[in-house]
């Protein structure tokens, strides 16, 4: 009966499975995920050719929604599962510093399968909840306490856009002394290992005002860049200028 199995398993039938565990389900950018996979084997031996794990978010395309990878880990070399074998695969991976920030319109998640030669390949996915760096948190705090309210985070596909296809935007409405001067602020993070870029977009009346802040984490006074114009000061100081200033002059 095994040439039969093994003709059923190459469709999907009685084949070999996937299921991955994580130690936890929360994470930072930049934090270690540890977990292990279990391969299951079916009805008959299968050449299993590797494990992967891809790092997936939720991204919208249009009027669609659609899945960019952005990261891929290989997790295992070529092996063989036995009928009915079980066979577990510790990993320990770490999240790139660009992983955006997890929501329910928008959620992250692992995407685990066994790549098998002339078979269907299975899969499991696994959801996890991401949150901002502390740094990014602090920044959205300041944006917060200068008197804007977060309604949205939305995550739009954009080829132009590094290190992946899409960006991740916070949106914010105006409460407060900024109520009638800016219609929307709208915050885009680039964050790299060594790196983080801040675009604000005030917008008021269909006129909008870009201003731009990056620097490096070793060197924050030393490397800041303000619309794309060196300054010696304290990048989070200079934010929370720029946040507090009179809103009459907001879209100056």
Known sequence: MMPIFKSLAS??????????????????????????????????????????????????????KTQVTIEKYQLSQPFTIQAEERKLIPFQIKLPMSTPMSTGNYPVYFKTGLDIKMAIDPTDLDKIEVFPTPLVQKLLKQVEDAGFILYRIHNEHDTTAKPHPFFQMFQFKPTGRYHGYVDELNIIFFVSEVSIHMEIEMIRSGRVLNSSFAWEYHDPNGTLFINGQQVADDPLLKIQEMLNRKPGNTMA
């Open 11 to 64: 469709i999907g039938i009685g084949s070999a499975t996937v299921d991955t565990r994580l130690e936890s389900k929360q994470f930072h950018p930049g934090d270690t995920v540890k977990g292990e996979v279990l391969v299951k084997g079916g009805q008959a031996p299968q050449d299993i050719t590797t494990i992967y794990l891809y790092l997936v978010a939720d991204v919208s395309k249009g009027d669609k």
